[in-house]
């Protein structure tokens, strides 16, 4: 039987503090015109994005003490918007960028599947892409 957690002592200093938090958004559906063959062109294509980001948060009490995953969304979908995309590395890598943006995002993650690339041979196909703030 495992023993409880010692209670901490009442005068005892925090020894504990906040490295980094992970912002993250998985699962993300997007609609995007991109590939490079000709019956990919004009046509848009389910992509499934997910996205990981290292904001540094610590004692975040409020929302505007961290970033609102919404803003993930909302960049993803602008740039599906923005109109054809031959490499999903491209889109993968532009969304990085739109996410690092923001001054306290120090890493970003993406991964770009796309889910008929090898259809009904693979689920899935896609890259990750991971740009680190200088």
């Known amino acids: 039987m495992a023993s409880p957690l010692p209670e901490p002592a009442q005068d005892a200093p925090a020894q504990l503090r906040t490295v980094m938090t992970k912002v993250f958004v998985t ?3 997007i609609d995007a015109e991109i590939g490079i063959y000709r019956h990919e062109i004009g046509r848009a294509q389910p992509l499934v994005v997910d996205v990981e980001l290292d904001v540094p948060t610590a004692g975040a009490e409020r929302l505007a003490d961290t970033l609102n995953y919404e803003t993930i969304l909302t960049a993803a979908r602008e740039l599906a918007a923005e109109g054809h ?3 999903v590395e ?3 890598e532009r969304l990085a960028r739109r996410c690092l943006t923001d001054p306290r995002v120090t890493r970003a993650r993406v991964r770009v599947e796309k889910p ?3 259809a009904p041979d693979a689920v899935g196909a896609g890259v990750e892409v991971t ?3 200088a």
């Open 27 to 29: 699962g993300l559906k």
């Open 85 to 87: 995309i031959q490499l």
């Open 90 to 92: 491209t889109f993968a």
């Open 116 to 118: 008929l690339a090898l």
């Open 131 to 133: 740009l680190v703030r």
